[in-house]
């Protein structure tokens, strides 16, 4: 963040208090007009400098040679002129001191090589003047509560709380031209086009600040700062629910994003992960994300996650308790008070469990009687009210009702599902201005509420990470600089065998005592040296199933049987992988069994280091029982990525064996993190297997791999 | 069936020539009253006869003291009457010779003892005269193709070839409500009401054979034949789609459908299989049910099962090649041919390669362009057209052009996601008028078509399975007969150890020698007889991880060990489960190690037996590694079964080993499926572990229990 917009907070960003559009045209149906127009009829309060030296006044007002001419404070200028005149357009707004460029033009990094220099040289203007910038070729930027529309949307958005964030202008112009048919009541709504400045995670820290945001809405192809983008996830989740949908993330849609924006799309496990660690709510579709961010923005966050459903009809109140059950949300328990009420108001034929079901005659009252008798337990909070449209029913009153119900009851959480089209229009825009969120279906209703309550149980965690911090662990740092250092001389791209070793060791992780060994006459000294019986095993960086290739003997218990056991070895790989690297052999002591996991990290090129943790041993391609998170891990984290996978099961005692030591291995996860974190030149760590011992007797890293 | 229907066919039901309302009433408000209105302006073409005693005439036509009275032939009678007057009522329909009676009134089965008997002699009454009853308790019948609207509902809905068959009045309401705004047009609906007599399987045999219809969609909350629901389902859906909502399906959705209709909503398992066994495309949701409704409705199905995207907007783009890679579609290779002519037409800046992006500014030649090309190679059939309002954006012409594009290329499907509302609207309503689908968002698009292109494969695969038949073995039914006959005279609900192997072995099913004693003395007989070394085991129907309790003893060698080992399990499983009832030992044969695989058999309340296969060994509850399906199986399920599951990787040979008798297992599964078909008390088999050896060398069960 530029030292000035420090200073000043994200106040120009946000709520510029006077705008120039630069390239202002009289010309209706050019892109110049539009915005112009767009900026007077949206009821901006502050100052507007029309800037085009062709004209002296536009839609009435005055207009500026340049901005320079201006001759009072600009806090934002919006930039509409051809790409070969947006640099010295930038130089005229550095002098005169304008605070925030948003530049709508396009002809910049997306064209190619040439737009990309004009880029990077219009970022260079804006840090000599500490200007910020928004795009270049974007959409613009809208602020409803201050009626600043500077964009060439064809739509001013209705007024509301949701704050959107997008990577795609065009997404932006078909949900401004859906928002009032679906309801949809922004707050901003920022166009990130290329993204050559601001970013999401600038928006993300400004708009955690703006109380006219109650969520923060992001549609993202690539993030080009990881590391940075999940640690402000998570400081700015803890104060608002942050909602995202990132496209690319199959094999097809990222090939689809790469050739579309140049956008890193990134592996699907490293987004999954990074969201989730880091309290980023992830939607699955565009109709879930502005369902979720409806509610956010209208609805409070109940606090006691446990669904109370209202309905006339049993079927979609079904349909909704499948939703609940699908979604791990609890249906409320409703107790012999409140259904011995709800029974003596209700006729016989309703059901007064959970579900209610209303039955199809309900006129409003009956609704009404419901609501009352349920609002009054404070811990019913949230509620899916259901109606069809049945012959009886007075659909209106029952929105007025809920509105009304709403306002009186305002920590109570109201998402409606008024299923019908034709006879509800009246009743569901009754809703809608009354603040009761309104879903086409009773599963949308429910999964949008699903966020709401699952919003509650991510702020916990994040507040509870933040307060953590990381555990650190003694770790011989010079040893592992020099060994790294060694393998950068040799241009290995992997380390020995006895090298991952000794850095593991220099973590403080005990590994199987292991020497490599370039003959058979080395093979048996090692042999001696760590004591009979012995393991060898092929050193290759190319062999993974070493077993497989006739790579691996175990047990060997004399010298003879070492000199063998690396003949048969030579040859048998030889034979097998003719093309394989091969160093020679490792020999190591014949650790006792333990239950074998495995421990891994791949460096996201995105996020970082990710950290995998699974169930290790000859089936773990079979079952695919892993878990990941990014580091650096707290303490918390290690453990529940544990507790995730079956291999759990497995270490907490599975069918009367004793309990593993699964303290020693969060100690390893924790020992990888720091490792990884303070090493960025390691690419890839794979321990498989790591032996667990009954608890309190450790772990033993049996065979590591390093890659840098 | 009934006689008299079956000879006239379905014509009476779906196409009546003739109707009489009775209960038509002349007081606005009244259902008799508004039911004859929507008889009388929905257009129906045939004679309409109101009956009430009370009345001359109603809304101008004619009316009849009683159904006897009208004196012409008379296909269908709608009863509205009050629940008391319907048996009377349905006795004159009997004498006139009606055929099919629509009971929209209620006060039947729903509201108890008394309703559910009236509801009984209501069909005694329909059978003695062979006439078929819809309902009670339901909306009534619809049918747009003759302009019938026989039911409560407060509008006719669009004409269409969508035919709806559902559980729940309230959601027909609902949906024929909002259809107008969605576009969705329908063939007939069917409200089911109680079931007392047709239900979803007649109505999908009739369906089946109507030629208005080109899906058939279900809305269902319980299946009261489940066996011939499957059959007819196989049977149906070679012919047309069925695309199918089944709610009450998670345990809170369970309770709530239960306490609703008192229908038993059944098993999630066992639904999920029958559907995807049987040909049931299951819809996820409400949006799901009709997006793909509408899209089987209009689209031909594809056959080359690969997507073509093409946008105006990159960020959808990608949204829809990620909405392919989630549900499995590929996207269609272009080839070099291809993408040279879009190169040709399309500006620089667009993306040639799939999704094919037009870029911002494209207007309607464009997209006429690019599809050209595109509908040139006959196997590109399958297309995504999306759309964003933009400045430049000719959302009308490209609409048109779309409908345009559809009847000059009637074999090509064609979904469209125009995203946006208020500008988008007239173009949105062209689309429909022309037959092609629109959907809000590209994902919904996408997987809309994905029901298309899954169709294919479905029926291609019920077919295979109709021309299969079910394989046949020698099984020596006298001596299970007998076996079962003696566990039901001794009051058990279990078999015993022997008797279970000597079942498996009368369907040629392969187990280790087993004999069951009593006594340390009979274990040693046993073991004589059998032949060292043996195994002994707990025999307790209770005990279900024998080794965990100490109940296992392996490798015995003599008779001394046995007598030993005999007396540790007696002595152990007293002290571990002292409340388990303890019939002695098991001795048998120490089997060869072979892979450890489980074969399983649950009889499904509604849909009958349910198999299972899956890993064995001790990490089975660890890893659920299992598949299902209904018997009887055809050769091709049991394989399938086997292969998907991870087991088949181990069974294949994994990581160098050699592969299993696969055909051994398929082998057993078969005859499993058909001892469980002809011998219907057996309740359950568990087959735990089945021992299967390398290829040719068969497998063997090592341990079973069958509970009946």
Redesign the interface.
């Known amino acids: 963040m530029s030292k000035s917009l420090k200073e000043g907070g994200f106040e120009p960003l946000l709520n510029p208090r006077s705008i120039a559009v630069v390239g202002a045209s009289r010309r209706e149906g050019k892109?110049g007009h539009?915005v112009l127009k767009n900026v007077v009829e949206g009821g901006f309060k502050g100052a507007i400098y029309p800037v085009n030296p062709q004209a002296d006044s536009v839609l009435g007002l005055k207009c500026y040679p340049r901005v320079t001419d201006i001759g009072k404070p600009v806090d934002m200028a919006v930039i509409v002129v051809p790409a070969e005149r947006v640099l010295e357009v930038a130089e005229d707004c550095g002098s005169a001191g304008v605070k925030v460029l948003v530049v709508i033009s396009a002809g910049f990094k997306?064209?190619g090589v040439e737009g990309a220099r004009r880029e990077s040289e219009l970022i260079s203007i804006a840090k000599k003047y500490r200007m910020r910038v928004l795009g270049p070729n974007c959409l613009g930027y809208i602020n409803t509560s201050i009626g600043l529309n500077a964009s060439?949307a064809?739509?001013m958005p209705l007024k509301g709380h949701i704050s959107l964030v997008?990577?795609?202008?065009?997404?932006l112009?078909?949900?401004i031209?859906?928002?009032?048919?679906?309801g949809l009541a922004f707050s901003k709504i920022i166009s990130l086009g290329n993204k050559a400045d601001l970013d999401e995670i600038d928006y993300m820290r400004a708009l955690a600040e703006d109380p006219e945001t109650k969520v923060i809405v992001l549609?993202l192809?690539g993030i080009n700062k990881g590391e940075e983008f999940i640690r402000v996830s998570r400081e700015v989740s803890v104060k608002k629910p942050i909602v995202a949908?990132k496209?690319?993330?199959?094999?097809?849609?990222a090939?689809?994003?790469s050739?579309?924006?140049g956008s890193m799309a990134g592996s699907e496990v490293a987004y999954n992960t990074a969201f989730r660690q880091f309290g980023v709510i992830r939607a699955e579709?565009?109709?879930d994300l502005f369902d979720s961010a409806t509610c956010f923005a209208t609805q409070p966050i109940p606090k006691h996650r446990s669904v109370v459903?209202v309905t006339?009809?049993?079927?979609?109140?079904?349909?909704a308790?499948?939703?609940?059950?699908?979604l791990g949300l609890r249906?409320a328990e409703l107790g012999a008070e409140i259904t011995r009420r709800l029974r003596e108001v209700l006729p016989p034929?309703a059901?007064i469990?959970?579900?209610i079901?209303l039955i199809?005659d309900a006129k409003a009252d009956r609704y009404e009687a419901a609501l009352k008798i349920l609002s009054s337990r404070e811990d019913l909070d949230a509620f899916v009210v259901i109606l069809?449209?049945?012959?009886m029913t007075e659909a209106e009153e029952v929105a007025k009702l809920l509105v009304d119900f709403k306002s009186k009851n305002p920590s109570k959480t109201v998402v409606a599902s008024f299923?019908?089209?034709?006879?509800?229009a009246k009743a569901i825009s009754i809703l809608r201005e009354g603040g009761v969120p309104n879903y086409?279906?009773?599963?949308?209703a429910v999964k949008a509420l699903s966020s709401l309550i699952r919003y509650e149980e991510v702020k916990e965690e994040q507040l509870k990470r933040l307060r953590e911090g990381y555990p650190r662990y003694p770790i011989d740092r010079d040893l592992i600089r020099e060994i790294l250092d060694r393998a950068k001389r040799d241009e290995r791209k992997f380390l020995m065998p006895d090298e991952v070793c000794e850095i593991l060791r220099a973590c403080g992780i005990r590994t199987a005592p292991t020497i490599l060994a370039r003959s058979d006459e080395e093979a048996v000294e090692a042999a001696e040296a760590i004591g009979y019986p012995v393991v060898l095993k092929v050193a290759s960086p190319h062999i993974t199933?070493k077993?497989?290739v006739g790579g691996v003997k175990i047990g060997l218990l004399t010298p003879a049987e070492v000199k063998l056991a690396y003949h048969e070895i030579m040859a048998s790989v030889a034979r097998f992988m003719p093309g394989a690297a091969v160093y020679g052999v490792v020999v190591s002591s014949m650790a006792p069994q333990g239950k074998e996991v495995i421990v891994g990290m791949h460096r996201d090129p995105q996020f970082g280091p990710l950290i995998m943790f699974g169930l290790g041993g000859?089936?773990v391609?079979?079952?695919r029982?892993v878990s990941f998170r990014l580091a650096p891990l707290t303490r918390s984290e290690a453990v529940e990525m544990i507790m995730e996978t079956?291999a759990y099961?497995?270490l907490k005692g599975?069918?009367?064996e004793p309990p593993s030591d699964i303290e020693a291995v969060v100690e390893t996860l924790l020992k990888i993190s720091m490792l990884s974190m303070e090493f960025r030149e390691i690419q890839e760590i794979d321990i498989n297997p790591l032996f667990v011992y009954e608890k309190f007797k450790g772990c033993l890293v049996v065979d590591a791999k390093i890659w840098w």
């Open positions: 892109v539009a997306e064209t060439f064809h739509l997008s990577q795609s202008g065009a997404l112009t078909a949900l031209d859906r928002a009032p048919i679906d549609y192809e949908l496209s690319g993330v199959t094999e097809a849609g090939r689809a994003a050739s579309h924006t579709s565009l109709d459903i006339n009809a049993g079927g979609p109140g079904i349909l308790a499948d939703a609940c059950g699908r249906l034929a059901s469990h959970n579900p079901d199809g069809t449209p049945q012959a299923m019908g089209g034709v006879r509800l086409e279906t009773p599963e949308r199933h077993s497989d000859v089936y391609e079979l079952v029982d079956k099961r497995l599975f069918r009367g």
